[in-house]
């Protein structure tokens, strides 16, 4: 047997005074008022002495159940300030021994409660078995910060049952000088209401952002069909390869081409080159300027991808300036994907990234710019402000790259700009005002996009969410769906395509024109439409969604059954929502005519056809 050592510490700013969190988090036999059931705990029981006190002793976990019960002490009471907490518990199938230390501190902050929760393991376990020891830290990881939000959710719900929500700057790490005569502006809090459910909380959201937030004169247009390089050709292309692409696309019906990673420095690989935007004439001996204009001939638009605010510490760029990167006064800095990020608060850095960018918009007539950013910040710390303002920094970086966006915006305002951060990892309010549509998601497989784009439809509205069809297998999931599901999947979001066709059988490229003729006849209501969730993906074993018009004098359904059941010889009805009851309409692919009332009392029997990874979408219009 071998012991080791595990810790973590968890924080969380409650808008509670300690008092209150400290008699919560004591009054032992009364958890469950606050702290729901998991797999791993359901009350604690049998304190003595009670109330609380130093030297308590409880039964907690899942008493009565083999396995899942341990007795504790309470061995820290210091009220308000410190609670501490001891048990041992028995894993047996791993013949493991968990010596189990909880320390809580409470202190006061800004008119609620920093709280601390710091958990200490002693493991004592089999060598043989040591590899697994992630399987029980994950576990105790995971209801520490289940136990530690719902204190916070908790505590912060007013006595009468409201809950208060704690909104703006996530106030980790984060402090602001403000001198004499300065002022600070606070981010904007968009709230939401309707009295007609979820579904209608969210059309007035996709309002809100259609009409208010997303800013520019692509923010009230259709938004061009594109083909993107990467999943296609990645870094290994020459001039003609790009040029080929874009005929294949031409021939499908693609608008917009896209030159993804690796047309600049010396980029064969994620390892260099990132913040030298210039042309690389390796690949592209007529450069970028040759290349736009060999595409807009075509009959295509011409974009460009770029990371902005990222940099490769083999680049010239950082050679030449390396102070430009977000580190740690007196350390190296690490990296991630072999890049660091620039540090926007300084206006040389943006003014530097202004002028690489206009000179491509302006030197190649380029119409789209894919603005990436690939990793997250970390040890934020900048030579260009003093040791008392470091903690202003990560509020500056994004100040800093919302201004360099709007500067662009304002010059360049024809060119559109689609958002990027390993995949939807920055799909916010204030990034969608200077970018319009935002690529949802690195997982381009097509039954995940369902859970994806039917999450994100909570709040976004389907035209600001990038969603292409890609090859088989997936890259990322290895699933092999059929074209006609994939292109039926990324139709309901801002439809793109991410492969290439060369590669596609005659099938596959039948499949993916009619997609983009029919796309192109719908575009404009999947822009403007209202959307109803009909059948939630999460919840049963087919999904379905509408958009209808907002004069009701059209609508779209899409259907998805991932999986073939029965179900296919007695089709289940699809009620659906948001019709004009009087009025009749005519189902395009069915040839049939029916009420708005029977169509939403249940009349359509959609057939996505048999197997597996089935779905089928249906056009109505009004008569």
């Given amino acids: 047997m071998a012991t080791t050592r595990w810790h973590k510490l968890y924080r969380s700013n409650v808008a509670a005074p300690p008092a209150v969190l400290f008699e919560l988090l004591s009054d032992m036999p009364n958890y469950q008022r606050w702290l729901p059931g998991s797999s ?12 609380v006190q130093l030297g308590s002793r409880y039964h907690d976990g899942k008493p009565g159940q083999s396995g899942k019960s341990w007795r504790g002490t309470v061995t820290g009471f210091q009220p308000p300030g410190s609670l501490d907490f001891h048990h041992t518990i028995q894993v047996s199938q791993l013949r493991a021994t968990v010596d189990t230390h909880i320390h809580y501190s409470f202190e006061p902050q800004h008119g609620g409660t920093e709280v601390t929760r710091w958990l200490v393991l002693d ?142 420095g010396k980029r064969d690989d994620d ?4 913040g030298d935007w210039v042309d690389d004439t390796r690949k592209l001996p007529q450069g970028i300027r040759g290349l736009s204009r060999d595409i807009h001939a075509l009959g295509l638009k011409f ?52 002028e690489r960018l206009g000179h491509f918009i302006e030197d190649a ?39 360099l966006l709007g500067r662009l915006r304002d010059r360049y305002p024809e060119v559109l700009v689609e958002g990027c951060a390993g995949g939807g990892g920055r799909f916010d309010l204030g990034m969608l005002c200077y970018q319009p549509q935002i690529w949802a998601s690195d997982n381009t497989d097509a039954l995940d996009r369902v859970l994806i784009q039917w999450g994100g439809s909570l709040f976004l509205p389907a035209v600001t969410m990038g969603a292409h069809i890609s090859g088989i297998p997936n890259q990322l999931t290895g699933r092999s769906t059929p074209m006609r599901l994939r292109a039926l999947v990324a139709m309901s979001a801002n439809l793109g395509i991410e492969l290439d066709p060369s590669t596609l059988s005659r099938q596959d490229k039948d499949d993916v024109a009619a997609a983009l003729v029919r796309y ?104």
């Fill in 520 to 623: 192109k006849e719908i575009r404009r209501l999947i822009r403007l439409g209202d959307l109803y969730r009909l059948e939630d993906p999460f919840a049963g074993p087919r999904s379905a969604w509408s958009i209808v018009a907002k004069d009701k004098g059209e609508a779209v359904v899409f259907l998805v059954q991932p999986l073939a059941s029965l179900t296919g010889l007695d089709p289940r009805p699809l009620r659906l929502a948001g019709l004009d009851p009087a009025a009749d309409y005519r189902i395009q692919e069915l040839d049939q005519t029916w009420s708005g009332a029977a169509l939403m009392a249940g009349c359509l029997l959609p057939d996505p056809g048999k197997g597996d990874y089935a779905g089928v979408q249906y056009r109505l219009l009004r008569r």
């Fill in 271 to 274: 390892t260099s080159s990132l």
């Fill in 303 to 354: 974009g460009l991808w770029f990371e902005p605010e990222a940099v490769s510490p083999d680049s010239d760029l950082f050679r030449e300036h390396p102070g430009w990167g977000l580190t740690l006064a007196g350390r190296p800095g690490s990296t991630q994907r072999t890049q660091h990020v620039l540090d926007m608060s300084r206006k040389e850095v943006r003014d530097h990234l202004f």
């Fill in 123 to 264: 493991i004592m376990m089999p060598i043989l078995f040591r590899p697994l020891r992630a399987l029980i830290t994950r576990r105790f990881d995971d209801e520490n910060v289940r136990t530690l939000a719902a204190v916070k959710v908790y505590a912060e719900a007013h006595p009468s049952g409201r809950l208060r929500i704690n909104a703006g700057i996530n106030d980790f790490d984060f402090k602001w000088r403000l001198d004499e005569g300065e002022s600070f502006d606070t981010p904007e809090c968009v709230l939401a209401f309707a009295s007609g459910g979820l579904g209608a909380m969210s059309r007035n959201l996709h309002d809100l952002v259609r009409g208010r937030v997303c800013r520019g004169p692509w923010s009230d247009r259709d938004r061009p069909v594109l083909l993107n390089s990467w999943e296609g050709l990645h870094f290994g292309y020459k001039h003609e390869d790009i040029v080929a692409l874009a005929a294949e696309g031409k021939a499908l019906g693609a608008e917009l081409l896209v030159l993804d990673d690796g047309w600049f």
């Fill in 40 to 51: 791993q705990f359901s009350e604690t029981t049998d304190v003595e002495p009670y109330p």
């Fill in 365 to 403: 007539g380029l119409d789209y710019i894919k603005w990436d950013m690939n990793r997250p910040l970390w040890e934020l710390g900048s030579d260009a402000w003093p040791a008392g303002r470091q903690s202003e920094l990560s509020h500056r970086f994004i100040l800093g790259t919302y201004d």
